[in-house]
């Protein structure tokens, strides 16, 4: 279920950078809303595996229960970002938020929760 769940998770990323590239053209506005919606789909994988892992942890630690916070924290900041890109909102605030829950979830997921692909040692 991890190589799902990263794989969700690029998946988002690489749609999520899509959808903003849409969104500042014009005459792109259907091609990004398709995306957004297909976006937003998985996201639901991403719900679906990550809700699967955090069942099958045996143990509920402080750090698993941020991580789950981290994680849905990085999907609010992607879809509040990419809704206020398609409506010519600001989003500088929301990048921050992105990049700090990202980054919490990459340390966490990689590098101290035991199903995580280990790499940072």
Do not use: C
């Not at 929301?94 to 919490?104: D, G, K, M």
Request: proline share 2%.
């Amino acid at each position: 279920m991890t190589h799902l769940h990263i794989t969700a998770w690029v998946l988002a990323l690489i749609l999520f950078a899509i959808v903003l590239a849409f969104s500042n053209q014009s005459g792109k506005e259907k091609p990004a809303k398709i995306l957004h919606m297909i976006l937003r789909l998985d996201y639901l994988l991403i719900l679906y595996s990550g809700g699967d892992l955090f069942a099958n942890y045996g143990s509920m630690s402080g750090e698993l229960i941020i991580k789950a916070i981290a994680g849905l924290w990085v999907i609010i900041a992607m879809e509040v970002i990419a809704v206020r890109k398609q409506k010519g909102g600001a989003t500088k605030s929301w990048w921050t938020q992105l990049v700090i829950a990202f980054i919490i979830a990459l340390v966490l997921g990689f590098g101290r929760l035991p199903y995580g692909v280990s790499l940072f040692g």
